[in-house]
T-cell receptor
Framework: GDSVTQTEGLVTLTKGLPVMLNCTYQ??????LFWYVQHLNEAPKLLLK?????KRTEHQGFYATLHKSSSSFHLQKSSVQLSDSALYFC????????????FGDGTVLTVKP | EAAVTQSPRSKVAVTGGKVTLSCHQT?????MYWYRQDTGHGLRLIHY???????EKGDIPDGYKASRPSQENFSLILELASLSQTAVYFC?????????????FGSGTRLTVL
């Protein structure tokens, strides 16, 4: 079955530094990948999504590129802010037109002053 | 922006008791979902629905029932709550079930089963 792997459970950085959160996936379908962000005590919200191979997708300073050759969709930002502290989920659509998503375990990003 | 409202925000239940979690959306979306979130794990799909009066099993449906009496409302029912069902539950909606569709989540219900 489909799976999504996020290798870092917790990432702690100082404000202003770059960050990359890893996401790899396995699927037999044509992949559609998502990043959702969940701030403390809030609902998860879409950050960005893509199904286009080798095209960079950007939103709110974050960016990711889907690489089908390596089954990856890593999330990056060049300079993190305190407000970026949150739980980040990578998710994969199952390609069956049911809207069902397979989520990774999530990465908690903590940004320190 | 899409609006999904869950109630209650938190609940404490006793083992063996019945629990009903409610979800209401005002987005006119066809699809609604119930996900479960455990500490250290991602969201896992319990049940979903694409039309009123019909529900479908997700990846972890055992111990849960779902009800979709109208397009706007989707409930999750635990007939016999167990300790292992302690978790945060999220309801979500999407316009259609297409692969590219964005899910709009509610704020979650924290359920503690004692």
């Amino acid at each position: 079955g489909d799976s999504v792997t996020q290798t870092e459970g917790l990432v702690t950085l100082t404000k202003g530094l770059p960050v990359m959160l890893n996401c790899t996936y396995q699927t037999t379908y044509s992949p559609f990948l998502f990043w959702y962000v969940q701030h403390l005590n809030e609902a998860p919200k879409l950050l960005l999504k893509s199904s286009t191979d080798n095209k960079r997708t950007e939103h709110q300073g974050f960016y990711a590129t889907l690489h089908k050759s390596s089954s990856s969709f890593h999330l990056q930002k060049s300079s993190v802010q305190l407000s970026d502290s949150a739980l980040y989920f990578c998710a994969l659509s199952d390609g069956t037109n049911t809207g069902k998503l397979t989520f990774g375990d999530g990465t908690v990003l903590t940004v320190k002053p | 922006e899409a609006a999904v409202t869950q109630s209650p925000r938190s609940k404490v239940a006793v083992t063996g008791g019945k629990v009903t979690l409610s979800c209401h959306q005002t987005n006119n979306h066809d699809y609604m979902y119930w996900y479960r979130q455990d500490t250290g794990h991602g969201l896992r799909l319990i049940h979903y629905s694409y039309v009123a009066d019909s529900t479908e099993k997700g990846d972890i449906p055992d111990g849960y029932k779902a009800s979709r009496p109208s397009q706007e409302n989707f409930s999750l029912i635990l007939e016999l709550a167990s300790l292992s069902q302690t978790a945060v539950y999220f309801c979500a909606s999407s316009r259609w079930g297409a692969s590219a569709e964005t899910l709009y989540f509610g704020s979650g219900t924290r359920l503690t089963v004692l």
